[in-house]
């Protein structure tokens, strides 16, 4: 996977330790490749089985044994991860973290860690064990090491008494991790719009004409560049998703709502048009819902050309963004067909993919696309509609550096 980090997440026992497998869940989400290490008490919580199958990579137990390749595991391991995770932390294993010791895998892998790697340690354990003062002291010993320790959280136990020593949440050692690996974020300053869904046209006031674009391609690239730093305005048609979170979602149903919309809000430097746009509209809209006559004919809709958006956004010189990007949907010839939409419209980038009915794409959760640009085409290998997303983010970050340095 392009540019994905490695995580090496040590799992040791505690009755929290099944939080673990929705925090592997999260990294691999995050397209993080993940590698565990499960300690023998954490292996009489959760199983290597679970772990494998949620990671996709072998499980690491025994300090004596070599990879698959015959590599020492526990130096390996540590060469490799971008960053270790201990999640949950015993009190054992912080004291053995504190003191140096190495007598199994995952304590010898802590000693073994280069001081560039960097260490999140989430503790979880009663409240007495937490706050005794030996465990803070090594607590101490750890973050003078520039470990970062993260939690506990307060609340009821396992064990039913009340304190601070509640392993944290997945999602929140989740924003720590993308903290750490990522402390830049490269679209910091940049403003972006994105379109995403289908419009619906209207018959009358009942009835409408619109598509199978469920609006997943355009959400998930505003979320990724809002991830990147982006500050991004997301018009979008009528779909059924969650608003996302920190994005300025704008909801229309036409596509000239759509398009006064995205004039509204330029300028900005990255424009991604991945509506599904009607073509055409009904020329005259029936005040009133339409009655089926009896033995008359259907009625006739006359309809009319809506506006381009993308072109008009490509080709307003007033206001063009750096980088206007649009997608083609083609069921047939798909690579000619997007190549002269590109020039015709006067887009930098179109990603295409094709969507003949068994693709299963339109409407679905995955993509296969190309990226064509004026300097060649980019294939990306079908996958999750947000990992096509952060693909395609990388792609404008890496747009961003060049014009930034040339
Ligand atoms: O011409 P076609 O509909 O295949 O072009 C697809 C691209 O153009 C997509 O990026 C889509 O969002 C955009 N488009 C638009 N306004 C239209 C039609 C398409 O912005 N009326």
Redesign the pocket.
Known sequence: MINSKHVLLIVAGGIAAYKALDLIRLLRQNYMDVKCVLTQSGSEFITPLSIQTLSQNEVYQDLFSLTQNHKIEHIFLTREADLIVVYPATANLIAKTALGLADDLASTLLLAVPSSTPIIIAPAMNVEMWENSTTQNHIQTLKKKNILIAGPDKGIMACEEYGYGRLIQPKTIMCLINKTLFPMQPLKGKKALV?AGPTYEPIDPIRFIGNYSSGRQGYAIAESLHKAGAEVTLVSGPVHLPSPENINLIKVTT?QEMLQACFTNLPVNIAV???????WRIKNVAQQKIKKEKNALPPVLEMDF??????CIAQNSNERPDLVI?????TQNHLKYAED?RKN?KCDWIVVNDVKPDTNIMGGTENEVTIISSSGMEHLKKAGKKEISHLLTLKIIKFFATINKG
């Not at 048009?273 to 073509?279: K, L």
């Open positions: 379109t596509a048009m991945t509506a599904a746009v009607s073509d809506n506006p381009d958006i993308l072109a649009g997608f083609a949907a083609e939409k419209k």
